[in-house]
């Protein structure tokens, strides 16, 4: 219902901005996508409404009768769309979940060893710049210089010269496979915890398409709105052993109130997730990545990293362009298309010269495969004539009209 519209008509056009934005854009950025009808109905609900202080059956405030059955089907459905003996679904965003298995597993000063900022991973993994490297003592892995992939051996000799006590695998941007299997033994090695931050790949781990950590990992993480087509939101899985640990780093030591209206959207994606049109559409995602992936690596003056990409994403190093990742990746918004800058694995410093793209928006789309191919190939023009405006002109009109052929709305 549209009543507050007349109600507040300045934020009203600044939402109607943004959706026209989405629907005008070619998002790229491999965190977004578009949730359903039906994810997004809810958080508009009346649940926004009511506290709910605890877990179901020792709530803190009465007449939760109604919100306990919601928490139980969200935190059943997720441990069964993703075979886990334990799951937490209350965590407001993949930070505050990473925050609470710390808390649950790690005292101040401990010691982590996790994926660098320049391989892929995630600052909430301990860079000093957040409380993650400011409260424990962390330590980075990167990749092999000549595969720009993970390099065990490395890993296994940093683990035990380090000692850390948690080991994280996991990362922002990164296209290729991650052993879960490889870490666990090297974890195991040293005496370590081991936690999979799968955020970005658990669409893909729920339709089928990656292997899943759950089952490997002693603690695993993810946001609910990247690859998964959720709410925007947090989720910790486990083994049943550490439920009562996490639950109480959870509420009450990093949170209070659960956003339940999120909590009900989260349930609502679990069982899109189990259907065959989510494994459809996780298989799609991957296929229209690689076929970027092979298109861009045919494209002069750009590098696919790695070689290519078995998920959503792929990053591109751009340097060959004369551009930064930064300048490459405006100039590509001033055609309709988002994506952003990203650092290399081997650069020194932080001057980002590569630009990040990833396929699940598009996919939500349903886009064609020829689709996907031409915004490849428009990608590829814009970045090698960056002052020619006839052809830029020629690329934004093509973006267009595939926007128009391929509706944002679900
Ligand atoms: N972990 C990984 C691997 C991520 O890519 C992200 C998102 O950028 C996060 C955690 C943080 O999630 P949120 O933005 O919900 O705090």
């Not at 391989?119 to 409260?135: K, M, P, W």
């Not at 349903?366 to 020629?394: C, R």
Request: charged share 15%.
């Amino acid at each position: 219902n549209n009543d507050w519209q007349a109600q507040d008509p300045e934020l009203w056009q600044a939402v109607q901005a943004e959706a026209t934005r989405q629907e005008h854009v070619i998002e790229l950025i491999a965190s977004e996508n578009i949730a359903s009808q039906a994810v997004r109905a809810v958080q508009s609900s009346v649940l926004t409404n009511k506290y709910a202080v605890g877990y179901p059956g020792a709530r803190i405030y009465p007449g939760n009768e109604a919100l306990d059955r919601i928490d139980e089907i969200a935190r059943t459905r997720a441990q069964d769309l993703f075979g886990a003996e334990y799951a937490n679904v209350f965590p407001h965003s993949g930070t505050q979940a990473n925050q609470a298995v710390y808390a649950a597993f790690l005292q101040p000063g401990d010691r982590i060893l996790a994926m660098s900022e320049h391989a892929g991973g995630h600052f909430t993994h301990g860079q000093a710049h957040n409380f993650s490297g400011q409260l424990y003592d962390a330590q980075f892995y990167g990749v092999d210089p000549t595969t720009e992939c993970l390099d065990y051996a490395q890993i296994e000799r940093q683990a035990r010269a380090w000692h850390p006590r948690l080991i994280i695998a996991g990362a922002s941007a990164y296209s290729q496979l991650i052993d879960w299997e490889r870490f666990r033994a090297i974890a195991d090695d040293v005496g370590a915890y081991l936690m999979v931050d799968m955020a970005h790949i658990a669409g893909l781990v729920a339709g089928g398409v990656l292997p899943s950590p759950v089952s490997v990992a002693d603690v695993v993480t993810s946001t609910t709105h990247k690859t998964l087509r959720g709410p925007r939101g947090g989720m910790i899985l486990a083994k049943h052993q550490y439920g009562a640990q996490i639950d109480q780093a959870v509420f009450p030591r990093s949170q209070s109130g659960t956003l339940e209206q999120i909590v009900a959207a989260k349930a609502i994606a679990y069982r899109e997730a189990q259907q065959p049109a989510f494994r459809q559409y996780a298989v799609q995602v991957v296929q229209n990545a690689q076929l970027m992936a092979h298109v861009l690596h045919e494209t002069p003056n750009i590098r696919v990293v790695t070689g290519g990409t078995v998920n959503h994403e792929l990053t591109l190093d751009v340097r060959a362009t004369g551009m930064t990742g930064a300048a490459a990746a405006d100039l590509l918004y001033s055609v309709g298309i988002a994506t952003n800058k990203e650092l290399l694995p081997l650069e020194n410093g932080n001057t980002m010269g590569g630009i990040r793209i990833g396929t699940p928006t598009i996919t939500s789309r349903n886009f064609s495969a020829t689709a996907v191919q031409e915004v490849a190939e428009l990608i590829g023009t814009v970045l090698n004539y960056p002052h020619d405006e006839a052809k830029l002109t020629t690329a934004r009109g093509a973006l267009q009209r595939l926007t128009q052929q391929f509706p944002a709305t679900r």
